[in-house]
């Protein structure tokens, strides 16, 4: 066992005292980067550490539950025994909270720091030995020295050393933030021991972390440090917002102001962003307890500087939910109101402090009905929070939505509070025939496209842009918007010549918009759902669902996981048949988020599948499998009869789980099914992570292109297909589908593809020759990420039964691709185009 030649501490094992937003992610990070050491980390509280011994855990951060699952029961435990882990670990974290004091001196201001004094009394209480103690708690300057008091009192014979380690974490980003931070400062006492003890803590973040990075620090001056950090870029966010209401009195666009400043190279581009006010468990905090140390100091100057930011962010939500109820005709009592976002930041769950609190509270003691609809936040953690600030809440008139479409539904505004990325993906259009005139949109975020929601109809009310009054003119507007063209009804969108109503899933994406536009065309009633995740820019999705639009199709927002919204549209529309296209692509993305693909490919299936085998009659089901199912099988061409138990990705199991999922559905409840195995698909309006996207757009940037191969250098093969022969498929599979009745119902798999396999390098070859420009190859080892050697069709069966007959030569695809590529992106590749990178 690796003990410390100096202090005598053991290095191979970590106690946290605290498992809440950082101690949780902190520790799970030295676990995945220190396999190593073993890391324990402990709480009194035994239902919070059952969820993080569970896959619901108690808070959500991307990427934390893949960190955890994958070390967690190895070197990553979760108990409630902190003595044995107090005993079993020399290196102790102390992350607790620090709640700002709400009674007593100091109350409202100064940090209450009994739960780090229960660490220290619980630490010496059950010391088998000298422990190194580190402060990972937000704490005032001298907390350690307190600390040390404690510890002194009670320490027996043992040694403590006590360090400070604040956390520079923005929630939403923290598992990015501890694998590649900024800095990581670590304060200790200016002894020998003291710098021995630093060193030890130094050393763990080594094993991931540049030792450059790594900053050492006397302890006050670690302490202060966190303080001043948040401090300084709460000040930041006060700053614009102060701003953002002179731009609103004067025709100035604070987005255009925050642009032009944060190019300045001395104050930068981060923290500019107008908003409805900052939130979190820790600015707010924070400055508080650095002006009660200012006045504790005899500095009421300083304290009085820095509390002035909290001030102007308490009057910039107060002025913005006052906003809302003035434009609303002074009054909002007994009208709905959809609240989109309640947590403090997007990607979190987390509602402490949030700027939601403030305005929701506001409305609700004006008399409004609250409709909520925030993607991670329950609300009892909503309910809490106002219990916390003190404000007494009439339960029925908050209601938790299960999407946006039922807190919008008669909605006389649209209140965003919340910068989640999905609000700039929704279908305003639709929300806006569904709302009371006139239809109102406040942005707190200055999130959404103010020109596109007035040009649909909403009065739009944005942080830091003037509003224009009836009949005058905003300073500094855009010239007036064209008038708006007629939007595309789901009724007009389901009239049919030939009796058949589909239901395309998906056409915000590649095969299901060219495929809703056959059907269309041919006469059939169409009509498609999307969710328009953020896999690629939903931008894009967007313009596909809006060229679709002009061909007659409109396409709803609406996940498949959204299942009572699912049975909703069954009952609405009888389906006569349903073309299952919509899942979460791509095979190396699985990696990065594998949670994706179950909840998308196989529970979204089933909403699709409960939903169908509950109608009457019940509709025909043809559904996108994918050539991924073949797997590790070396046997070419692939065919249908082939065994499909070897998938070399979680995409291609689940695509595999659809097949079986289908099996059941059809013995069981007699649906009709019909899978589709599609082998790469390219054409105009592809996808963007696909290769003939991707390559293209390297090869014009003069960038060089990852060019993938096998053992001894063999070349990747794929049988690319073109899009309109995987279009003629789906629509013969739609015509061959029999009734899904016990006595007719049929189930079958087909292979669609080009049956004429080429290397990457020949769709290279006919990439340069149609653009007209040489690429530059770089050759290398195929990674680990799900990918196969080679793809290869056996078509003859979609031959023979759905008279199935690719026509397209790769040469012939790749140049009416690139022909629609210099067309369409002729102006050049958007923002949302020009930043997104393929995994």
């Known amino acids: 066992m690796a003990t410390h030649p100096t202090l005598g501490t053991r290095l191979n094992s970590i106690c946290c005292i605290g498992a809440g937003y950082v101690g949780g992610p902190t520790c799970a990070t030295i676990a995945l980067k220190c396999p190593h050491i073993k890391v324990t980390i402990v709480d009194m509280n035994e239902a919070r550490i059952a969820a993080w011994n569970s896959d619901d855990l108690p808070i959500y951060e991307p990427g934390l539950l893949e960190v955890v699952k994958q070390c967690r029961g190895k070197n990553l435990f979760f108990s409630t025994d902190v003595a044995k882990a107090i005993q079993d670990s020399d290196i102790i974290f102390a992350s607790v909270n620090t709640p700002t004091k709400v009674r007593g001196i100091g109350a409202g201001r100064a940090a209450d720091l009994r739960f780090i004094e229960s660490v220290g009394r619980t630490v010496s209480q059950h010391a088998n030995r000298g422990k190194i103690i580190i402060e990972k708690s937000t704490v005032p300057v001298k907390t350690a020295q307190a600390l040390s008091r404690v510890l002194a009192a009670n320490q027996g014979q043992h040694q403590f050393w006590i360090l400070s380690n604040p956390e ?117 905090k924070d400055i508080l307890n650095l002006v009660y140390i200012c006045e504790s100091e005899g500095l009421p100057e300083v304290a009085k500087y820095w509390q002035q930011v909290v001030d102007m962010n308490e009057h910039q939500k107060t002025s913005f939910a006052g906003k809302v109820i003035s434009s609303l005709f002074n009054t909002v ?166 009796g058949k109503l589909i239901l395309v899933t998906g056409t915000g994406g590649f095969i299901g918009m060219q495929t809703a536009i056959a059907l269309k065309k041919r006469g059939d009633g169409v009509l498609g759902i999307d969710n328009f995740n953020t896999y690629y820019p939903p931008s894009f999705k967007r313009a596909r669902a809006k060229a679709l639009e002009e061909a007659g199709v409109v396409t709803l927002d609406l996940d498949l996981n959204d299942g009572p919204g699912i049975q909703r549209l069954f009952q609405q529309h009888k389906f006569t048949h349903i073309l299952a296209l919509a899942a979460q692509a791509g095979v190396r ?150 009734p899904s009745t016990k006595e007719e119902a049929m189930l079958a798999i087909y292979n669609l593809g080009n049956k004429d396999p080429v290397t990457v390098s020949y769709l290279v070859d006919c990439l340069e020759k149609a653009i007209g420009k040489k690429a530059i190859r770089n050759y290398m080892p195929m990674p680990p990420t799900g990918d196969v050697l080679r793809t290869s069709a056996d078509v003859s069966l979609a031959e023979k039964e759905l008279g199935y007959k690719p026509t397209t030569p790769l040469q012939e695809g790749i140049n009416k691709f690139i022909e629609w590529f210099n067309d369409y992106w002729k102006d050049g590749l958007d923002k949302d185009m020009t930043e997104y990178k393929p995994m």
């Open 168 to 284: 520079f974490l923005a929630e939403g980003t923290a598992m990015a933030d501890l694998a590649d931070p900024d800095r990581v400062l670590i304060g200790g006492a200016t002894t020998p021991e003291g710098s021995a003890a630093a060193q030890v803590l130094v050393d763990i973040y080594a094993n991931w972390v540049s030792r450059e990075r790594i900053l050492t620090t006397n302890l006050w001056s670690s302490e202060l440090s966190k303080l001043v950090a948040n401090a300084m870029l709460a000040q930041r966010v006060s700053s614009i917002n102060s701003i953002s209401l002179l731009c609103e009195k004067t025709g100035a666009d604070v987005s255009e102001v925050s642009r032009a400043i944060g190019r300045d190279t001395r104050i930068g581009p981060k923290f500019l962003n107008a908003s409805v006010g900052f939130g979190g468990s820790c600015f707010q």
């Open 333 to 498: 009592t007994n009208k709905k109101i959809a609240i989109f976002g309640f947590a403090f930041k997007k990607d979190t769950g987390d509602v402490r402090e949030t700027p939601a609190i403030t305005v929701c509270n506001m409305l609700l003691q004006d008399g409004a009905n609250l409709h909520v609809y925030d993607p991670k936040v329950k609300k009892q953690d909503a309910i809490t929070e106002f219990k916390y600030h003190d404000m007494q809440v009439d339960e029925n008139r908050l209601v938790w939505c299960s999407s946006p479409y039922s807190a919008v539904d008669n909605a006389h505004a649209i209140v965003v509070l919340t910068e989640w990325d999905e609000f700039k993906t929704y279908n305003y259009s639709e929300f806006y025939t569904m709302m009371m005139k006139p239809a109102f949109l406040f942005d707190g975020r200055s999130l959404l496209d103010r020109n596109a929601l007035e040009r649909i109809g909403f009065e739009v009310h944005c942080i830091g842009h003037a509003r224009t009054e009836p009949g005058g003119a905003r300073l500094g507007a855009m010239p007036e918007p064209a008038p708006q063209v007629k939007r595309v009804t789901a009724e007009e969108s389901l009239k049919s010549t030939t």
């Open 589 to 738: 993305y699985a990696i990065k988020d594998p949670a994706s693909y179950v909840k998308s490919n196989m529970e979204g299936f089933m909403h699709i599948l409960e939903a169908s085998r509950l109608m009457e009659p019940k509709p025909r089901i043809v559904y996108a499998s994918s050539s991924s199912v073949y797997g590790l099988n070396t046997k070419v061409p692939f065919a249908e009869t082939d065994t499909v138990d070897q998938p070399a990705s979680l995409y291609a199991a689940t695509k595999k789980s659809n097949e079986m999922m289908a099996h059941c559905y059809k013995h069981v409840y007699g649906l009709s099914l019909i899978g589709l195995r599609f082998f790469t698909v390219y054409g105009p309006w592809g996808r963007p992570d696909m290769a003939a996207w991707s390559f293209t757009t390297k090869i014009l940037k003069g960038e060089p292109l990852n060019i993938f191969q096998g053992p001894n250098e063999s070349e990747l093969e794929r049988d690319f297909t073109y899009i309109d022969d995987i279009v003629a498929g789906c629509v013969a599979a739609i015509d061959k589908i029999t």
